[in-house]
């Protein structure tokens, strides 16, 4: 067996790693990954086998890299189910964002683009495409997108009891044959070979009718690394709950109807007690939508923001807390259905409470939205950009001019599908911080600092009067956000959360 490793493969240092392994720090689970030189095998941080000797490893920052010199992953600790890590991959722009497409499954399935076409979409060059990725992640953008095909595979094949076809088809192959030789060839084993050493056994079934019927939905494990207050994020989500669309329960479960890449169904989570994870549950409308999995599932991971790393991030936090604010950990950012839902809910709340805001919510769900019959029971779809565009809104009670924005932003969003928050600004009603808050819990930017709201600003001005600084004109205060955001970036957002969360006047502000 011949294993290639670099010195330069992980970012992390190696004592960090040691460390972080040898007490199964889940902190650090995703961050990076052990080779074990020995055995062939690559684990994660958290893996339960007895620790190697330290002569006997190598780190790798990501399990791509770890396949690439020559490892395999191991099937205890089972890597494909680890959380993700986005501090390998660096600032660059553009391969964050075709990272991103590929996650979402431009490179497979049934209309699968190619090389060309991402780069295309883009806006490089194939051969400078390529480039990044191996500079960023050391492979090629196909071999990366095969590969997370194959480690979403494997979680299937260790989690469910779908069928080899059903999981080749939700992993975004388009040919059982395919699957078996790349599965094989990567892998070092069969499909079946898998399945026959895995001991889970979960029913998995989706009826082919528009209803799903009663027997259990596809479930699978979200692991994230720990802090996660789980608790607080659930009661956000509870305040703002939007009947039939949402149930939250006295458990701490979450469910809500989803239509995602065009595929409808209800999903639900609710925090495992005995494991850093979520368990997950989906039903799916219609059965051949399984394909789509695998980006259901990622939507679903970001929806919940469980890639974050939180001890970066709460490090980053230090201009409030060097006020004196407590920094809340774990707080993370809570995702709604998409940006469009997202500015939805912004208008509708525009110098309302947020009680008020959820109920013109539920009015519009209520009125709106598509009605769809699950496992027996009644859900409703957020409304379509075409459904709000059309509707006369006259069940709601709010100004004239709020109801035109609606109307017109559904228009417009119906019209350019794939325009962005930023491109909504020509709307008339829609303003930066509607685009913010829709960047923010709609396309899970983790970089949202909302310098303008009336909480945030209130929030500084009380900080700075305790601590003895008082704010004392508006410029001044311009010049102190944007210090503030300049500190905490990328990490915005957070700190958007975090002043929301502290305001002891308005703790669920929207």
């Not at 791509?64 to 600032?91: E, F, M, Y």
């Not at 495409?129 to 997108?145: D, E, H, M, W």
């Not at 494997?154 to 599965?183: W, Y």
């Not at 699978?220 to 939250?248: I, S, T």
Request: charged fraction near 20%; hydrophobic fraction near 40%; aromatic fraction near 8%.
């Amino acid at each position: 067996m011949s294993i290639d490793v670099s010195p330069a493969d992980c970012t992390l240092t190696a004592q960090v790693c040691q460390q972080a392994r040898l007490s199964r720090d889940a902190r650090f689970d995703g961050q990076f990954f052990t080779g074990v030189l020995t055995t062939g095998i690559y684990c994660r941080s958290i893996c339960p086998a007895p620790p190697p000797h330290e002569k006997n490893v190598r780190y790798f920052d990501s399990a791509i890299k770890a396949a690439n010199a020559g490892l395999r992953p191991c099937l205890r600790c089972r890597p494909d189910s680890a959380p993700s890590s986005h501090a390998w991959r660096g600032t660059d722009t553009s391969l964050n964002r075709a990272i991103k497409l590929i996650e979402q499954g431009f490179l497979s399935g049934d209309n699968a683009g190619t090389i060309t076409e991402l780069a295309d979409r883009l806006g490089i060059t194939s051969r400078y495409l390529s480039q990044l990725f191996n500079q960023g992640v050391g492979t090629s953008p196909k071999r990366f997108a095969i590969y997370q095909q194959l480690m979403f595979a494997k979680q299937l094949i260790h989690q469910t009891s779908l069928s080899m076809t059903d999981v080749a088809m939700a992993a975004g192959f388009n040919s059982i044959r395919r699957f078996n030789e790349v599965f094989k060839q990567q892998l070092m084993l069969t499909p079946s070979d898998l399945r026959k050493q895995n001991n889970q056994r979960t029913l998995t079934k989706v009826h082919s009718d528009n209803e799903v019927m009663p027997v259990n939905p596809i479930r699978l494990a979200l692991a994230y690394r720990p802090p996660l207050n789980w608790q607080k994020m659930n009661r956000f989500y509870a305040f703002r709950q939007v009947d039939h669309m949402e149930v939250v329960d006295e458990k701490g479960g979450y469910a809500r109807s989803f239509s995602f890449f065009g595929v409808n169904g209800v999903f639900s989570v609710s925090p495992n007690t005995q494991k850093t994870q979520l368990d997950l549950s989906i039903y799916f409308v219609n059965a051949e939508d399984v394909k789509h999995l695998h980006k259901i599932v990622a939507k679903v991971r970001s929806l919940f923001d469980l890639d974050a790393d939180m001890r970066v991030i709460e490090q980053a936090l230090t201009s409030i807390s060097s006020l004196g604010a407590k920094v809340d950990s774990g707080l993370r950012i809570p995702g709604t259905g998409n940006a469009f839902e997202a500015a939805c809910r912004a208008v509708l709340g525009q110098q309302v409470s947020v009680v008020q805001a959820t109920k013109l919510l539920n009015t519009v769900v209520q009125h709106y939205g598509e009605e769809l019959i699950v496992n027996g029971k009644k859900w409703r779809l957020f409304p379509t950009p075409q459904a709000i565009a059309q509707a006369s809104l006259d069940e709601l009670k709010m100004p004239a001019a709020r109801k035109f924005a609606l109307n017109a932003l559904g228009q417009y969003v119906a019209q350019h599908p794939n325009s962005t928050p930023q491109d909504w600004l020509t709307v008339k009603g829609i303003g930066p911080w509607t685009v913010a808050y829709a960047q923010m819990r709609g396309l899970s930017d983790p970089n949202v600092f909302l310098t303008t709201d009336l909480v945030i600003k209130n929030r500084l001005y009380a900080l700075h009067q305790l601590a003895n600084k008082p704010i004392e004109s508006t410029k001044v205060y311009a010049q102190i956000a944007q210090k503030i955001s300049q500190s905490a970036s990328p990490w915005g957002s957070y700190l958007t959360f975090q002043l929301w969360d502290e305001d002891p006047l308005n703790p669920t502000k929207e």
